[in-house]
């Protein structure tokens, strides 16, 4: 028997176990199960690869078994095992570079240096969280030899050799008295299928059931003993594409996302080279239902080499896209990685730039499906359009991705690129008209110059077209204008009025615009309207007017200054033309115009019974 000191590291570290006051304790068996789960992935690589080996065969599994009255548990695999050199190496010293980052992260302060251990997960020696001595008995593949390990996890740990039948390695841990509740068959269940559902191989659990069979007398107990497989042992998203049916992914997704429908699509992807990893991601049919929520769960699990890490980083993928479902599974990262680590992490960074990219990809080819395209926008439209205003990079892309109505379209919806191929052959802008509600947009008088030149325009109606739109100029080199501003009118030809008319109307607007001068900034001439006699326009030179607006959908119009409009008159119009010469009424005419106009653009009349007033008075004078 030879005695061996651990070193100063792992004294740090064991200590910090035994006194922790850490709560997620049940970590330790994801951790001893993912070692037996590597020991096997060695062997059966060096079965492969390694000559002394090449014949030897093996049966890779994982036991578990437990004993309540002596508060036992054990761990044990056909693995690779260890020799004494191993033992020594492995589980005497501290070799791995994130556990040393752990270590220098310790502050000394039992509580939060146990709230550490939660994100950091430090392998083997969790194992002394529950157990109060812990023997590995292990005999290495293709040697005779067999060794017993053995400590308690203060100071020292003792070698011996010992017996064993089989290759692979057995973890006992003689738990702590107040950890009896890892002796229990579905506690055990429960861990391993949280954490180690997709560990590909069969994990079997032994425990006993007592039965009693018989009447009276012959009244008998029978204990029988059982052993049963607990987790799936498939991690679907490592088997070749060309090895999966479409069933297999639609019964993996709904055991993922607890979602009773059939996924829309699914992306699977394997990359070798530099960085290993596999990613299988799903976009669901309907939405979740906390979306829109800030509290939404992520639907994204991150493993590393099939052991699962956290289903709770928001920032696997790009918060816009918090729709998609799935997994990802990293060959590069280590097992004990921590949240902070998540989050300034090289590799997850390169994973989640080109996890987006595939995503948004498989998004545009969803397109060639016209009706299939729709039911994905309906649900997911909103979330790609918060992508145009945080996602830089892929800026381009998802605005290629974006639909909507338009004075041409007859409610269904179009792209960009369908507007851009559509436009008239000296046209140069993209035109839109903003509002709420789309009906009032696709009524608006505003519109009838540019249905009269056959210009299309597209309406942006949705709610969070009012953020994230003034943020688009422009769509593959063509501006993007409102048929409000300035430069639209100019290129439409809309703005154009000749002296003739100015002089004719010089009086009428000098009326009007006195009579209404605490409602509107201005009242001028436009030859955008064609039915309608007038209508209001925003003020277009008001550097503050796009703001507002923006702070208004916000819901943040409590305390803003009502910015005053501009009241246009369409001098072709019969109303505006009979101004010239009667002067009868001119208040009464003024308002009317001025209240039309509200109406049209679905605004509210301030003061509905004078409103009310003014009409009945031209009813009774035209009866
Ligand atoms: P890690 O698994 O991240 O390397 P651990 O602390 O969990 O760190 O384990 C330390 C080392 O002990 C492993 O790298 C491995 O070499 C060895 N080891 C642990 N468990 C087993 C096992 N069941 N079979 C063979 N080797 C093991
Ligand atoms: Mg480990």
């Not at 070193?7 to 922790?20: A, C, G, K, P, R």
């Not at 001595?133 to 996890?153: F, L, Q, R």
């Not at 009706?371 to 290629?400: H, P, Q, W």
Request: charge should be negative.
């Amino acid at each position: 028997m030879a005695k061996h000191t651990f070193q100063t590291e792992v004294n740090q570290i064991l200590d910090l176990m035994i006194h922790s006051l850490y709560s997620n304790k049940e970590i330790f068996l994801r951790e001893l199960v993912s070692n037996a789960s590597d020991a096997l992935d060695k062997l059966q690589y060096l079965t492969l690869t390694d000559e002394k080996l090449k014949s030897f065969s093996f049966t890779p599994k994982i036991d578990i078994s437990f004993d309540s009255e002596k508060n036992t548990l054990t761990i044990s695999d056909s693995g690779i095992g260890m020799n004494e050199q191993d033992l020594i190496e492995n589980l005497g010293t501290i070799a791995k570079s994130g556990t040393k980052n752990f270590l220098s992260k310790l502050s000394g302060d039992k509580k939060k240096d146990s709230a550490l251990i939660g994100q950091f997960g430090v392998g083997f020696y969790s194992a002394f969280m529950v157990a109060n001595k812990i023997i590995v008995t292990t005999k290495k593949a293709g040697e005779e030899e067999a060794y017993a390990w053995i400590s308690d996890g203060s100071g020292e740990f003792e070698i011996e050799k010992c017996t064993k039948d089989s290759h692979g390695s057995e973890i006992k841990l003689y738990l702590k008295e107040d950890e009896k509740e890892f002796t229990s068959r579905w506690r055990i269940e429960e861990i391993v299928k949280k954490y180690s559902d997709h560990i590909p191989f069969p994990i079997f659990l032994h425990y006993t059931e007592t039965k009693t069979e018989g009447e009276g007398d012959s009244k008998k107990e029978i204990i029988e003993e059982k052993n049963e497989q607990i987790n799936k042992a498939s991690a679907l998203w490592r088997v070749a594409k060309k090895d999966l049916k479409e069933e297999e992914y639609k019964e993996f997704y709904k055991s993922l996302s607890y979602d009773s429908a059939d996924p829309l699509a699914w992306i699977h992807t394997k990359v070798e080279g530099s960085l290993e990893y596999t990613t299988l991601f799903y976009i669901p049919q309907n939405s979740p239902f906390d979306l829109y929520r800030v509290d939404y769960k992520s639907g994204v699990k991150l493993y590393v080499k099939r052991v699962f890490i956290t289903d709770d980083d928001k920032e696997l993928l790009p918060p816009y896209l918090r729709f998609v479902r799935g997994i990802i599974d990293s060959e590069d990262l280590p097992l004990n990685v921590s949240r902070e680590i998540l989050q300034q992490n090289k590799i997850l960074a390169t994973i989640k730039s080109a996890s987006t990219k595939k995503i948004l990809s498989e998004i545009e080819s969803l397109q060639k499906n016209d009706e299939k395209y729709s039911k994905f926008y309906k649900e997911f439209g909103r979330c790609l359009k918060e992508g145009v205003y945080s996602d830089f990079e892929n800026k381009e892309k998802l605005l290629e991705l974006l639909r909507f109505t338009s004075s041409k379209s007859d409610d269904k919806e179009i792209s960009f690129k369908t507007y851009k191929e559509r436009m008239k052959e000296n046209q140069k802008s993209i035109y839109f008209l903003q509002g709420e509600d789309l009906e009032l947009l696709k009524n608006s008088p505003l519109l009838e110059s540019y249905k009269q030149k056959d210009i299309e325009v597209l309406f942006f109606s949705d709610e969070i077209d009012g953020i994230v739109m003034p943020m688009v100029h422009e769509f593959d080199k063509t501006p993007l204008r409102s048929i409000t501003s300035k430069e639209a009118m100019e290129e439409v030809g809309t703005d154009e009025i000749n002296d003739e008319t100015k002089e004719k109307y010089k009086n009428v607007l000098e009326r009007i615009g006195k009579i209404l001068q605490n409602e509107v900034k201005e009242v001028r001439l436009s030859s955008r309207l064609v039915n309608n006699p007038c209508c209001l326009m925003e003020d277009s030179d008001n550097p503050n007017a796009a703001m507002m607006k923006m702070m208004k959908q916000m819901g943040m119009n409590n305390n803003l200054p009502e910015e005053k409009p501009i009241l246009e008159l369409n001098p072709n119009h019969n109303i505006i033309q009979k101004l010239i010469d009667s002067k009868n009424n001119d208040e009464d005419m003024a308002y009317l115009l001025l209240e039309q106009a509200k109406l049209l653009e679905g605004g509210k009349i301030k003061d509905i019974n004078s409103f009310v007033a003014r009409i009945n008075k031209i009813i009774e004078n035209t009866l």
